[in-house]
């Protein structure tokens, strides 16, 4: 019966997809002209979409980036790097006064494309896009209070710690239970999956919500801590992405145009029906970063801010959620893993130790940096360990 309600459910959504979206709609309604006469069969097809959102979202980052960067130079919105390390402010101090917030370039393309490419009926793309608001409204109201003198007197403080903690959480715990609605009728969408293990362990409703509220919140911090040099966070959000381009493809496709046998059961991996809508979703993000890392490569011309690290990080937990692979984002996004963990030790051993440090300076990049390594090397070295980690996480896909 579960099955059959299944099946019921997925076959209206299939229905109701071609009745709404923005260019899909507009060709679907041409169909005639471009499926029957001209033989032009492939904006139905998620990858070609998925293309047409890369280049759509990177042509919109390039020509918003420089309006928007000149925009933040007038209201002053500029950085002012401030850190408890004597040597790393002298190494940052060319840094002062460059424009921030310039994730709202990242955050302007992803939607835009994401509207214009995806099929909007999709639950999963609806909720990537409430996903994207919410976060980015955060850490806009954030940077907005860091780096404004003149509201209320917090220009250095931004929201406390606890103040953001609170919408973060919010903010996961209105997605989680609106997903796990989607996942009653999908058998592999509440269970939990291990790699190297062929078999979903079943989840109770609370444990699901409390995972999904632990990653949002977690790899939305990550990438924020992550966000802390030129060009560092979006080359490795932009590779995480490709990742999770592929891993959303594969919960959701047919082998074949014909066949009935999806990529999900021949790798043995969680089978999300019309999770591969999403794949248009992250290609948007791809296609961002790439435009925004044009202004963002050293020496920076804007930087991210928390309106662009925030939602991004939130888009990563949330893939991983989707596709039922929250283990292996750990693997996928070992970067962000690595910065985040070597933020809570450093903070852990100060307050256990009385005032020593395991590292000259957390989150662990600006260590590399203090210990020697120029900017550069220290951003490229890390992009080359995000594409490792993938890698490592792709190979484990088939062994179950």
């Known amino acids: 019966m579960l099955a059959n309600n299944r099946e019921n459910s997925v076959e209206t959504s299939i229905t109701n997809e071609k009745q709404t979206s923005m260019i899909y709609h507009l060709l679907w309604q041409l169909r005639d002209v471009f499926t029957h006469k001209l033989g032009f069969y492939a904006y139905q097809e998620v990858m070609f979409r998925s293309i047409a959102a890369i280049l759509t979202s990177f042509l919109i980052a390039m020509l918003l980036g420089p309006k928007i960067i000149r925009w933040l130079m007038t209201k002053k919105i500029g950085d002012k790097p401030e850190f408890h390390h004597e040597a790393l402010n002298e190494l940052t101090k060319q840094k002062a006064n460059t424009p921030t917030m310039g994730g709202l370039i990242?955050?302007?393309?992803?939607l835009v494309s994401t509207l214009l490419w995806a099929k909007l009926n999709n639950p999963f793309v609806q909720k990537a896009i409430i996903l994207v608001i919410w976060f980015a409204a955060l850490g806009g109201v954030d940077d907005w209070l860091k780096l404004t003198s003149?509201?209320?007197?917090?220009?250095?403080?931004g929201l406390k710690a606890w103040e953001k903690l609170l919408f973060q959480i919010g903010g996961a715990v209105l997605i989680a239970r609106f997903l796990y609605s989607d996942f009653r009728y999908i058998d592999d969408g509440t269970l939990f999956w291990m790699p190297f293990y062929k078999y979903g362990i079943p989840l109770a409703s609370w444990m699901f919500v409390m995972i999904a509220?632990?990653?949002?919140?977690?790899?939305?911090?990550?990438?924020?801590?992550?966000?802390?040099?030129?060009?560092?966070?979006?080359?490795?959000?932009?590779?995480?992405?490709?990742?999770?381009?592929?891993l959303c493809y594969v919960a959701s496709e047919t082998m074949t145009r014909t066949s009935h046998i999806t990529w999900?059961?021949?790798?043995l991996l969680p089978h999300i029906p019309h999770a591969g809508e999403l794949c248009i979703f992250y290609s948007s993000i791809f296609g961002a970063?790439?435009?925004?890392?044009?202004?963002?490569?050293?020496?920076?011309?804007?930087?991210?801010?928390?309106?662009?690290?925030?939602?991004?990080?939130?888009?990563?937990?949330?893939g991983a959620l989707v596709t039922r692979n929250e283990i292996l984002l750990l693997v996928i996004g070992g970067v962000f893993v690595i910065e985040l963990m070597s933020v809570i030790i450093q903070v852990s051993y100060f307050k256990y130790s009385g005032g020593k440090k395991v590292f000259k300076c957390a989150p662990i990049h600006h260590h590399f940096h203090l210990s020697g390594w120029s900017e550069p090397q220290v951003v490229v070295r890390f992009w080359l360990l995000a594409t490792v980690?993938?890698?490592?996480?792709?190979a484990t896909l088939k062994l179950r």
């Open 389 to 394: 980690f993938a890698a490592v996480a792709l």
């Open 150 to 157: 003149d509201i209320r007197h917090r220009s250095r403080d």
């Open 106 to 110: 990242i955050i302007l393309a992803v």
């Open 213 to 246: 509220i632990f990653y949002l919140t977690a790899t939305s911090n990550a990438v924020n801590l992550t966000d802390g040099m030129d060009g560092l966070a979006s080359g490795c959000v932009g590779i995480v992405s490709l990742v999770l381009i592929l």
């Open 289 to 318: 970063v790439l435009g925004f890392l044009w202004f963002n490569c050293h020496p920076a011309q804007a930087f991210m801010g928390d309106i662009g690290s925030l939602p991004l990080g939130a888009a990563m937990g949330y």
């Open 264 to 267: 999900s059961s021949y790798l």
